[in-house]
């Protein structure tokens, strides 16, 4: 059963910005909180943003602080990376976690979705 899925990465010039999404199953939404991660070509992967399940609390690592902000709508069970500014160092595949602690966790819970690719580049 597919929990979580990503979608809206793409290629964009620096200083452009994009909108991910995270479609994630009702059973995860209401009950998890919600984190992105992404992981660049021989690099670790690394916490970006997350979102409590109350979307009432927000985290941020420092290199996505003042540039992105993280969403959740309930109505579509999703939630959204908004990132601004892009800049070539952001180029990674970006994925959607959830986490069984209800705040924003800035570890990684069990859940994981496929992906989606950003690549910054002119």
């Known amino acids: 059963q597919v929990e979580l899925v990503e979608s809206g990465g793409g290629l964009v010039e620096p200083g452009g910005s994009l909108r991910l999404s995270c479609v994630v199953s009702?059973?995860?939404?209401?009950?998890?909180?919600i984190g992105w991660y992404r992981q660049a070509p021989g690099k670790e992967r690394e916490f970006v943003a997350a979102i409590s399940r109350t979307g009432m609390t927000e985290s941020y690592a420092e290199v996505a602080k003042g540039r992105f902000s993280i969403s959740r709508d309930s109505a579509v069970n999703t939630v959204f990376l908004r990132m601004n500014d892009l800049k070539p160092e952001d180029s990674a595949h970006y994925y959607c976690?959830?986490?069984?602690?209800?705040?924003?966790?800035?570890?990684?819970?069990?859940?994981w979705g496929q992906g989606t690719q950003v690549t910054v580049s002119s």
């Open positions: 009702m059973r995860i939404f209401n009950v998890y909180s």
């Open positions: 976690n959830a986490n069984e602690d209800a705040g924003a966790a800035i570890t990684p819970g069990p859940y």
